[in-house]
Structure formats: C-alpha cells, structure tokens
C-alpha cells in the first residue's frame, strides 16, 4: 500500500547547489594544477596521481554536511559519518559563535549534533520540525540547558523571514 502525504521528511534545499560547488571547485583545481604542470613540463603519472589526490582532499573539505530532519530526529551527514539526534530527547542545546558559528545538540541517548545555524534559517522544513522536538522535549522535561539559545535562534529566523518578506513585496 502506498502512503500518501509528505514523507515526514526535511532537507536542506541548498546542499545540492553547494555540493555541485564543491565538485566544480575540486575539478578546477586538479585542472589549473595539471595544466600548470605540463606547461613547466614536469608533469608525471606519479605527479598527476598526486595532484588528483589534492583535489579529492580539496573536495572533501568544501563538501558541506547534509542535514535533514523529520518527526523526533536530526541528521548530519559528513563525507564520513552520520550523525543523529533525537530532538525529542534533547538535553543540552549550546551555540558557539566566532569565526565559524555553530549549533551543538545533544540527545539523552549520549548523541551529539553540530551544524551550522544558518542552515536551519535557510531552510523553513528543517528549523520546524527542530522547533516542534525541542517543543516534546520541553514537554518531557529532558531540555534543561539551552531552551534560551533555540528562542533567540528562532527569533532571529523569524526576524529575517519577514525582512525578506518586506523586501520581496518593496515595502521595506
């Protein structure tokens, strides 16, 4: 029998364009780098082999996780491992900010989430369903650190969804 509806699932709708950066960025550089190579005409198979090896480094490296979410649970995915949280048994919620600003979660299982907070204001779907487990964990009185650190977070999501909500209708 086939379900009908949504899947119960969110996903962060931007991932796909950044990954395709990633690979086109890679890509450019082992290019740029074997083209320099066999300009100076020092370019070897050894050489060449070591120059694919940076870029799938580079790749790696500008590859973005992959956060999605659905009824009770969060999911990192990096190019090595996976991530999950259950957001309805959240028990400590911490932000870090500087230069490289992100979101830690932790779950009552021992899990732990990190990510970035601007993928949650990025994507409506994924900061919902994180704000309806923070809800239940409320609720169950599991979260006791952190609830703070959600409401400005969702402050400020809701402050810049209506500032683009202005601007998109030219009133502001």
């Known amino acids: 029998m086939r379900r ?3 899947t119960g699932r969110a996903g962060d709708r931007h991932w796909r364009g950044s990954a395709r950066l990633a690979v ?3 890509m450019a550089f082992c290019a740029m780098a074997l083209l320099v190579d066999w300009d100076a005409g020092s ?3 050894l050489r060449a082999l070591l120059w694919a090896a940076l870029s799938a480094a580079a790749f790696a490296v500008l590859l973005p996780a992959r ?3 659905g009824p009770g ?3 990192v995915r990096t190019p090595w491992r996976r991530h999950l949280v259950h957001t309805d048994a959240l028990t400590v919620v911490r932000q870090y900010d500087g230069v490289s600003s992100h979101l830690v ?3 009552i299982h021992g899990h732990r989430v990190e990510l970035d907070p601007r993928i949650l204001a990025a994507n409506p779907f994924l900061w919902h369903e994180l704000d309806t487990g923070v809800r239940r964990s409320l609720e169950h009185g599991t979260l006791r650190h952190g609830a703070d650190v959600l409401d400005r977070l969702g402050h400020r999501i809701d402050d810049e969804t209506s500032q683009a909500v202005l601007r998109a209708s030219g009133l502001s």
């Open 67 to 69: 956060v999605s979410a």
């Open 43 to 45: 370019l070897t198979p």
């Open 4 to 6: 009908s509806g949504p």
């Open 24 to 26: 086109s960025c890679a």
């Open 73 to 75: 649970w969060l999911t």
């Open 105 to 107: 979660l932790r779950d």
